[in-house]
T-cell receptor, first 114, second 109 residues
Framework: KAGVTQTPRYLIKTRGQQVTLSCSPI?????VSWYQQTPGQGLQFLFE???????NKGNFPGRFSGRQFSNSRSEMNVSTLELGDSALYLC?????????????FGPGTRLTVL | QKEVEQNSGPLSVPEGAIASLNCTYS??????FFWYRQYSGKSPELIMF????GDKEDGRFTAQLNKASQYVSLLIRDSQPSDSATYLC?????????FGTGTRLKVLA
């Protein structure tokens, strides 16, 4: 069974631009979560989607948004990029949105904002 | 108080020794706990999960959960240099997973 995939793997953008990241979960998984990982802050939860509905959102500004499609694929968008948005963005999928189930990560998208 | 706390390390152990990684959490209602390993430049990889009090063993890894004391630990027996990585503790909240900042483990050959 294929794992979680993320595209693109690397991105370089300049301040003020916007970016869209994509995540395809493991087949059959309906829950997709997004995280931002930086050396100083560790893994910070962005949001979680289940069956096209956002179920939870972390403490990030409204410039960070996401959506999930009917096939469970998810996209994350960051508008008006800032230097501080440079990070590894990780997507993870799980079978359901709560309960006793493991979450599996994709390889991540490394975003650099210049 | 952070929801999940881990000592950042580095924790250095000699090859063949037992590495003990600890994690404490603040939410008494937490039910599910996970250990992930993350190599530098890579994404986290699930090692083990534990839901019930006590020990759970999987090969060289043993997870221990004590809900009364609100801690979860990971023991790595016969540590190998390839175990050198950052180990992340996580718990499952309401529609989200909460991660600690990780403990960096260095296994010295």
């Amino acid at each position: 069974k294929a794992g979680v995939t993320q595209t693109p793997r690397y991105l370089i953008k300049t301040r003020g631009q916007q970016v869209t990241l994509s995540c395809s979960p493991i087949s059959g998984h309906r829950s997709v979560s997004w995280y931002q990982q930086t050396p100083g802050q560790g893994l910070q939860f962005l949001f979680e989607y289940f069956s096209e509905t956002q179920r939870n959102k972390g403490n990030f500004p409204g410039r960070f948004s996401g959506r999930q499609f009917s096939n469970s694929r998810s996209e994350m968008n960051v508008s008006t990029l800032e230097l501080g948005d440079s990070a590894l963005y990780l997507c993870a999928s799980s079978w359901t949105s709560s309960g006793e189930n493991e979450q599996f990560f994709g390889p991540g998208t490394r975003l650099t904002v210049l | 108080q952070k929801e999940v706390e881990q000592n950042s390390g580095p924790l250095s152990v000699p090859e063949g020794a037992i590495a003990s990684l600890n994690c404490t959490y603040s939410d008494r209602g937490s039910q599910s706990f996970f250990w992930y390993r993350q190599y530098s430049g890579k994404s986290p990889e699930l090692i083990m999960f534990i839901y019930s009090n006590g020990d759970k063993e999987d090969g060289r890894f043993t997870a221990q959960l004590n809900k009364a004391s609100q801690y979860v630990s990971l023991l790595i027996r016969d540590s190998q240099p390839s175990d050198s990585a950052t180990y992340l503790c996580a718990l499952e909240g309401t529609y989200k997973y909460i991660f600690g900042t990780g403990t960096r483990l260095k296994v010295l050959a």
